[in-house]
């Protein structure tokens, strides 16, 4: 660990500030709290929020992993990583099952998550309705009244226009039958993996200074209608690595003549099936 | 039987302007209430004061449920009356933009309030949306265009299916033929007249049209300066004016 920081790198002062919003983000599940972001030496999108949080709960005896898109090796899960080795001094690790916390973007991992391990998730745009109703104080009123018709009307669009609901990534979700949450622009294909998890995810927006959260064991349920049932959508393939025909999969050029393949975007799932 | 809707002793001022001195108002189930008066003479603030849309800076408003429960609407939460708004009433305003998704088809705006009452069942949305288009004389197989296709006599049919689609006990309307063609005003009063009949609504009819009061309206409430001059059935006021200023509007729609 370097000298000149604080542990974590953020000011104890911050590192309060979130802590009291996260006890009311984890009370009131979906719900958005406003905190008070720092800047952090890296531009937002980078992910600043999601590593406000690691570093507010982060304890000496944590071991972290990081991935980006489900990679561990990309340089923006590297540097984090690094970045959290070096000012936290904590272990880290690829491996899901040893992770005490898990700093993601884009991707829950393949292997599910045991009670006790924390998921944070970077979160560009918290606001599920932004798209639909620009103004922030009327979207605070609509989530006060669980007034989301019009989340359901922008479904019924997409399948009058398209025959299927057209999001395959970022697809709403309404959290213990009570607040519609983004879940971050993640594959709808891992929609399903936040229902009922055993470890704790926590949301962080720095951009917009939002912190959310879903307890374990939460009911999370993909915005749907009766008779068009969410889909969590999967490229029909085998991964060309380990083969997995369960797993969530890149499409990855292979060579100039157009080359491609299909493999798990889940790298430490598909390193330990090979 | 008891009213649906009683009002009394409203007040509201704008700086100098009285805009409601002193009103009461009362309507029954199923029963046309037309508000007419000249420009500037408080009818659309009496609507909004009535769907508590904007707050009265004195009065009562009492509205009694399908459960006979009675609602005070001067002091319902924000949460109460959108819960009114979604479930037992409907607005149609005079410019059917204010209203509607411009960017939304039109199944999806017929759609949005029995999606906000719950509904989840997307063929069923859909074909309402298409019978209560084909009920306002629209083509059902244009359900999917958006109203920036439409002509201003078919939004504001667009507007009447999209708020009587939840079976609304009370429908406020503000002017809904206002802005149109001469002809155009003639099929949506005939078409409004039908589908009030027919669902046995009731309904606060916000208008200057003199004759579509007669058309439409049981009884007359005739507005001035913020103050209600005359009302009674609509036949007894515009056949038998009683005050001079109802005489004059009588008089000078008889004239144009
Ligand atoms: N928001 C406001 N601010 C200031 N004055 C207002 C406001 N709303 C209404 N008024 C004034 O209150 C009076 C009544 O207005 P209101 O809109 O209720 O009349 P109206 O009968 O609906 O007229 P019109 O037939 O032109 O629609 C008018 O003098 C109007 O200028
Ligand atoms: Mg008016
Ligand atoms: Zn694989």
């Known amino acids: 660990m370097i000298a000149g920081y604080n542990f974590g790198y953020l000011d104890e002062a911050t590192k309060r500030m979130i802590r009291r919003a996260l006890p009311k983000a984890v009370a009131i599940p979906g719900h958005q709290i406003p905190f008070g972001a720092r800047e952090m030496p890296l531009p937002y999108g980078w992910g600043t929020g999601g590593i406000q949080v690691t570093a507010s709960i982060l304890g000496p005896d944590d071991v972290l992993k990081v991935i980006d898109q489900g990679a561990d090796d990309t340089t923006n899960a590297v540097s984090i990583r690094r970045f959290f080795h070096r000012v936290a001094g904590v272990a880290t690790t690829e491996r899901t099952a040893e992770a005490t916390i898990i700093q993601t973007r884009h991707r829950i991992p393949e292997t599910p998550l045991r009670a006790g391990q924390i998921l944070v998730y970077q979160v560009p745009m918290p606001e599920p309705l932004f798209k639909l109703e620009p103004r922030v104080a009327e979207t605070t009123r609509l989530h006060a009244l669980a007034d989301y018709g ?10 009058a226009a398209q025959g299927e609901v057209a999001t395959s990534y970022n697809h709403p979700v309404m959290v213990n039958h009570r607040y519609l949450m983004s879940p971050s622009p993640i594959p709808a294909f891992d929609n399903p993996k936040m229902h009922r998890n055993a470890g704790l995810q926590l949301f962080g927006a720095g951009r917009e200074k939002r912190i959310y959260a879903v307890p374990p064991w939460t009911d999370v349920r993909s915005l749907d209608f009766e008779d068009h049932p ?4 999967r490229a029909p393939h085998a991964c060309a690595l380990c083969g997995s025909e369960e797993s969530y999969l890149d499409e990855v050029i292979t060579d100039d003549a157009g080359g491609r393949m299909h493999v798990c975007s889940d790298t430490h799932y598909c390193g330990g099936r090979q | 039987m008891s009213p649906l809707l009683q009002a009394q002793g409203l007040h509201l001022r704008f700086g100098a302007v009285r805009a409601l001195d002193d009103v009461a108002i009362e309507i029954w189930p199923g029963e046309v209430v037309a508000i007419v008066g000249e420009s500037g003479s408080g009818k659309s603030s009496l609507l909004r004061v009535l769907a508590g849309q904007a707050r009265a800076d004195a009065g009562q408003v009492l509205y009694r449920d399908a459960a006979g429960a009675e609602h005070s609407i001067l002091d319902a939460s924000d949460a109460a009356l959108r819960r009114l708004m979604r479930a037992d009433w409907g607005f149609v305003h005079q410019n059917a933009r204010d209203a509607l998704r411009m960017e939304v088809s039109a199944g999806g705006n017929v759609g949005e309030r029995l999606m906000a009452a719950g509904q989840r069942h997307y063929g069923d949305i859909r074909a309402q949306a298409a019978r209560w288009l084909e009920r306002v004389e629209m083509d059902p197989a244009r359900i ?7 002509s201003g006599g078919m939004q504001q049919r667009l507007q009447i299916a999209r ?5 609304p006990r009370l429908v406020f309307m503000d002017e809904p033929t206002g802005g149109l063609d001469v002809s155009v005003q003639a099929r949506l009063l005939d078409l409004i007249r039908g589908l009030v009949a027919d669902l046995d609504l009731a309904v606060l009819l916000v208008t200057h049209d003199i004759a579509a009061a007669r058309l439409l309206a049981h009884r007359i409430v005739v507005m001035r300066a913020g103050r209600v001059v005359e009302h009674g059935l609509t036949d007894r006021v515009l056949d038998d004016p009683q005050h001079p200023y109802t005489q004059l509007l009588v008089s000078s729609v008889l004239a144009a």
Do not use: C, G
């Open chain 1, 150 to 159: 019009l989340m359901q009307v922008k479904l019924y669009e997409d399948i």
């Open chain 1, 230 to 233: 969410f889909r969590p959508v």
């Open chain 2, 144 to 150: 999917d265009e958006t109203p920036r296709n439409f």
């Open chain 2, 163 to 167: 708020t009587l689609v939840t079976n």
